[in-house]
């Protein structure tokens, strides 16, 4: 099974417990996620994550193409880091862990996503060709949303 890997960080000017906030709320997932995902939760949410916590929504990765997606939030240590994994989707494999880590004035999150695809050699082909782009696009648009709610 290959691994791939996405390591992105961007640095808020905003406390750790501030940052914190916000990612630690399941209901803001929506707002960082690009609209063409068509992303909808469908799984009841509390405000806050914390281990255990199942999470259920839909997208629509690819035009035409809707999927269902479950992830679990395995490891919550405010305001510090979170992980979600994947049960069902999409991927293989989809452990995504956020970090919170002061520098200076400003908080680096950082998000370490260990990745795989299914179907063997296929899966590797569509994620050179589409998944890795895609993931870089989500991510881009991601930063670019933070910047907004955050007034960078």
Do not use: C
Not at 82 to 90: A, H, I, L, T, Y
Not at 129 to 140: E, G, H, S, T, V
């Amino acid at each position: 099974m290959r691994i791939y890997t996405l390591d992105r960080s961007q640095f808020l000017p905003v406390s750790a417990e501030k940052a914190w906030d916000f990612f630690s709320n399941p209901r803001n997932l929506p707002l960082i996620t690009p609209p063409e995902l068509n992303i909808r939760i469908t799984s009841e949410l509390e405000e806050k994550i914390y281990p255990g916590m199942i999470i259920t929504y839909t997208i629509t990765p690819v035009p035409f193409i809707k999927t269902g997606w479950t992830t679990e939030i395995t490891h919550v240590d405010s305001p510090g880091y979170f992980v979600d994994e994947q049960r069902s989707g999409p991927y293989k494999l989809w452990h995504h862990k956020h970090f919170f880590l002061k520098s200076g004035e400003k908080t680096q999150i950082r998000d370490l996503i260990h990745y795989s695809m299914p179907f063997g050699s296929i899966g590797r082909l569509a994620n050179l060709l589409l998944i890795n782009r895609k993931l870089d696009f989500i991510f881009n648009y991601r930063s670019e949303q933070i910047r907004e709610i955050f007034e960078i």
